[in-house]
């Protein structure tokens, strides 16, 4: 009986046999062993993937099961494998066709059954936020988005300040449990250019608080060499106003009363923190509970 309370099915011998080459027929008619296992169609599992827990060090592992059929002295027999990740195969039941024994075996393997296991271990991942099997695919890096307060200067583009802000359009793959990368996309207000992060102030080549010193001179080479590359944009005259409200109480001066301020927008991959990959891992799989 399967989960449901129905029988499993268990394909007659005869068909079975109708598939077999005759050294196998005639090892069974005549009580003799026939070492060369086949596969089955329609009756072999195959590529079965199930989760074992391991009690003693709290962990997982992922099992593939297979099953061959042979004959062993005279006898029809189903022969299931495990195989691990490496490819070692380890024989776990040999039970005769048709027997009771097989049929418990291939109970053990329903549909039904390898569900329950695997949501067993969702709900260990959604408690520990661990997945040591490596079933649910969790980014390192997000694609995030920052807001540059920059001015134009004589020579150069000086950074004043800089905030992080929505990326549109991320991979669905670096998406969190409300479609985002999480933290990494929500806006923040703006930061003095020395607390602006490290892969942000390298991507601006910041030095001294000028950006791309040597290469970019003014607004318009800005312009140039984010149209060459493809590494950000000039952020539209609109936005002045508003961000400038954001823009902390104890700046130095009234930065709106600056010359030739404008903004920028450069987006960069930034690490995903652990804390937050385990936040996410918990969310996939109580995505996979409902």
Not at 125 to 154: H, M, N, Y
Not at 223 to 232: E, H, I, Q
Not at 238 to 258: I, M, N, Y
Request: hydrophobic share 30%; with cysteine; charged share 35%.
């Amino acid at each position: 009986m399967n989960a449901t309370g129905m029988p499993v099915d268990i394909e007659r011998r005869e068909a079975v046999l109708s598939r077999l080459p005759q050294k196998a027929v005639r090892a069974l008619e005549d009580g003799d062993t026939w070492e060369t296992e086949r596969p089955e169609e329609g009756s072999r599992i195959a590529n079965i993937s199930v989760p074992l827990r391991h009690e003693a060090s709290d962990t997982w592992e992922r099992r593939s099961i297979e099953s061959r059929v042979t004959v062993t002295n005279g006898a029809l027999v189903e022969r299931f494998y495990s195989v691990d990740k490496h490819g070692a195969q380890a024989l776990r039941r040999a039970p005769k066709w048709g027997s009771d024994r097989h049929r418990s075996v291939r109970e053990r393997f329903a549909p039904e059954k390898r569900q329950k296991r695997w949501a067993r271990y969702w709900e260990w991942v959604a408690e520990t936020g661990r997945d040591p099997i490596g079933e649910f695919s969790v980014p390192e890096t997000a694609r995030c988005g920052w807001r540059l307060l920059c001015q134009e200067k004589t020579e150069d583009v000086v950074v004043h300040y800089a905030r992080r802000r929505p990326t549109r359009g991320r991979s669905s793959e670096n998406a969190g449990p409300s479609g985002s990368a999480g933290s990494l996309g929500r806006s923040t207000d703006y930061v003095p250019r020395d607390k602006m992060p490290r892969g942000l102030r390298d991507h601006c080549r910041l030095k001294e608080g000028r950006i791309h010193p040597g290469g970019v001179q003014s607004r318009a080479d800005l312009a140039r060499r984010f149209r060459r590359r493809g590494t950000g944009r000039i952020a539209g005259r609109q936005f002045l106003d508003s961000e400038l409200r954001r823009v902390p109480d104890d700046a130095p001066g009234p930065l709106h009363a600056l010359p030739r301020v404008f903004f920028v927008d450069v987006a960069i991959e930034e690490p995903i923190s652990p804390s937050r990959q385990r936040d996410i891992l918990r969310a996939r799989a109580r995505e996979k509970l409902k």
